[in-house]
DNA sequence: TTGTAAGCGTTATCAG
DNA sequence: CTGATAACGCTTACAA
């Protein structure tokens, strides 16, 4: 029962090792008629070259790593999927780390991964891609790395971004449209690079109309029960708002729910909008309007750009991807 | 910048290499003297193994990998939390394979990633662990594994198991107690395999209550769009029921939908149960009555038999864990 | 175009 | 209790 080895196939196809590793490596100078003999007896032994070999012995370990400290489980989900389908397509292997509640040791967790595992390099998911501690460890180690939705394009190599501003803006101009004039907001986690963005955008769509003045705003902390409470004292308040733009669909749904409970009719009597559109966005009801993010789409993105990287194949610095307003049935024409 | 390596580490602590393996490995025949000064260097280096190196020269990985294909992204966080926390604790690492949107090839793609990864073991979630072909495929390599939630524990190996048909009986039995008689049931997707634990636990509790005749029943697919349109059938039909139990979540928020949108009141009209316990039961509105599925607590289980197993200790076949039925808003007394 | 030899960082074997 | 040396399966450097 011992593994199929390279041995072994250079002996059936009758040949040394360094040729097969030729073949396996897509190297040139080999035969067009020698290498189709070793792909047929890598294919009729069913080898499969062993990645610690070949990480042990060469530059590459065609492995590639993906860290998140994130509780979101849809957009984890998505990020981890859309990376694989790119890691597949390239017959790379994707080791992914997760630091959720490792406290402090998150870099010390993260650099003893890299140590351990060879990878030859890094997708770094939001908000580990805006984690300076990390980034500037990585950059020491000079392992190639991509960031996922960071909130600072303009130093830490390539990332792959969406315009949140312009996202938050266009959704509260869906609002103003609606001719809602007082919106009130549900900020993001503040260690969130999103929050600080997607509240910009809110900001100066109200602005650009003149109604940015005195608007209600309350803190959330991207979870549902946070914009449950944000929703409670913004629809308890004297002069309660005509729509609620919550900076996630989590949070968005537990306005919802506030809604719901103090017997407020949503969208006649209240319109909600959220962000992400996370599964969740679909299933509360009424079905909230929110911004498509492309977490799969982007971080399919991200790894591509990384195997360019490890393969020293150019890059662009930024890749931005389009967001999509979706519009379902909680908001509606301001009453 | 070279990596540091068990040879600075025994030059560090003067001693051989050998020795540093020992301490590593936590082997005998080490004076405690020596160990100490080891694990010093150790420290003050801040060395950390190769994984590759490791795999290739010993008999084991200090690898685990987990198989899923699942499109839940709740249930699929969770259990990949559940490893990854056991992991940890072991001072393993946790190769994650997604075999999603693979078609035909899931079990090609699985003995891959064992061979190219020299993984120690597997963890194989639902519904792959009552995948008869990969099971015998595992069984064939001699490759410990666990299974997650299987539908038959009767071979195969160690799993760990949650009573699915005594948690749909209590839940069935809760909506009897509740006055319910007419309680019309959403099947969860054929293929899983609790789908079929599930409905036997419904249908016996209504048995035994003596109502188990032409008791309305539809197929569901484990989402929520099926759930939605197996709700509108359900509550389209003459004979209204006056509950309905989802075999899943996803699906009970379906069925709550379409439930409003035919302007039934959900809970006095209509009670709705779902199972799992996913995010999306608390945030429905009502939020769901469900059965709490300990997915985290079983995956943080089957890491451990499957480290057990692999270290070469005894491990249990079949290691059973509780679960909870979670009382929300939308059970209530029969109209 | 192909092959030979050395070595990657560990563990296993066997000797001291 | 400790250490020298040979593997492990591959890639790299260098020859032929």
Known sequence: MARTTI???AAAAGVSIKTVSRVLNDEPGVRTETRGRVREAIASLSYRPSLPARSLAGKRSNLIGLVYDNPSANYVFDVQSGAMARCRDAHLRLFIQSCNDLGGETVE???AMIDQTHVDGLVVTPPLSSDAALISALEERRLPFVRLA???TSRGGPCVIMDDEAAAHDMTEHLLDLGHRRIGFVAGHPEHPSSRLRRQGYQAALDAAGVGENQP????FNDT???YEAGRRLLSASKRPTAIFASNDDMAAGVVQAAHELGIDVPRQLSVAGFDDSQIAAIVWPALT???QPAYEMAFAAAGLLIDL???R???AVTELAYTLVQRGSTAEAP
Chains 1, 2 share one sequence.
Not at 217 to 220: L, P, R, S, T
């Open 7 to 9: 041995d072994d196939v």
């Open 225 to 227: 029960a946070s914009g």
């Open 314 to 316: 150019p890059a662009p």
């Open 109 to 111: 967790e993260v650099l």
């Open 217 to 220: 705003i309350e803190q959330g």
């Open 310 to 312: 490890v393969r020293d």
């Open 150 to 152: 960071p909130d600072d």
């Open 290 to 292: 929110t911004i498509r």
